[in-house]
T-cell receptor, first 112, second 113 residues
Framework: GQNIDQPTEMTATEGAIVQINCTYQ??????LFWYQQHAGEAPTFLSY????GLEEKGRFSSFLSRSKGYSYLLLKELQMKDSASYLC?????????????FGTGTQLKVEL | DTAVSQTPKYLVTQMGNDKSIKCEQN?????MYWYKQDSKKFLKIMFS???????INETVPNRFSPKSPDKAHLNLHINSLELGDSAVYFC????????????FGSGTRLTVV
């Protein structure tokens, strides 16, 4: 079966750096995505990794190690608006096509 | 303009009723999806269509029937609604075989009473 684990909650201070980890055990791995979801809104795409290494996009970076089944999302210079749920999702290639399988999400609270 | 739009945004209905949720995307994507997000915020795929063809059907009760009249539209019809169907339903779309993330609609909050 597929298993994707993330911490349930994290708290960090405005201006700081926070790292949200994601571990996965899946078959048919075809990329890892990070999404941000504010309460009552749709998930929005943040980053994508398919090869090992770090992808940087402004204040957000994402890292992947396929051999370890591990990814993290790094948020720098935290702002209050970064308070949201962060969803790790693995794209799987099955006999029928690609699908995103999501972790349960990490609720990040940014405090003053 | 909204890229993936779904209607209605809120739906409150009684047990046993039949209801539909509509979804349209103007991104030119080949593949569309329905996801269900439960009260614990867990997003789970229900269906996937590629160019109007059903390609993924995840152990969803057959009371749920998706319909894709063309590749820009994917509707979800639910028969004989049950209390456990209460959730937020998200439509999404993606281009085939790229690293571009899925684009989600704003969601339909379904409450069955």
């Amino acid at each position: 079966g597929q298993n994707i684990d993330q911490p349930t909650e994290m708290t960090a201070t405005e201006g700081a750096i926070v790292q949200i980890n994601c571990t996965y055990q899946t078959s048919g791995f075809n990329g890892l995505f990070w999404y941000q979801q504010h309460a009552g809104e749709a998930p929005t795409f943040l980053s994508y990794n398919v090869l090992d290494g770090l992808e940087e996009k402004g204040r957000f970076s994402s890292f992947l190690s396929r051999s370890k089944g591990y990814s993290y999302l790094l948020l720098k210079e935290l702002q209050m608006k970064d308070s949201a749920s962060y969803l790790c999702a693995v794209r799987l290639t099955t006999g029928g096509g690609n699908k995103l399988t999501f972790g349960t999400g990490t609720q990040l609270k940014v405090e003053l | 303009d909204t890229a993936v739009s779904q209607t209605p945004k809120y739906l409150v209905t009684q047990m046993g009723n039949d209801k539909s949720i509509k979804c349209e995307q103007n991104l030119g994507h080949d593949t569309m999806y329905w996801y269900k997000q439960d009260s614990k915020k867990f997003l789970k795929i229900m269906f996937s269509y590629n160019n109007k063809e059903l390609i993924i059907n995840e152990t969803v009760p057959n009371r749920f029937s998706p319909k894709s009249p063309d590749k820009a539209h994917l509707n979800l019809h639910i028969n004989s609604l049950e209390l456990g169907d209460s959730a937020v339903y998200f439509c999404a779309s993606s281009p085939t075989g790229t690293g571009i993330g899925y684009t989600f609609g704003s969601g339909t909050r379904l409450t069955v009473v």
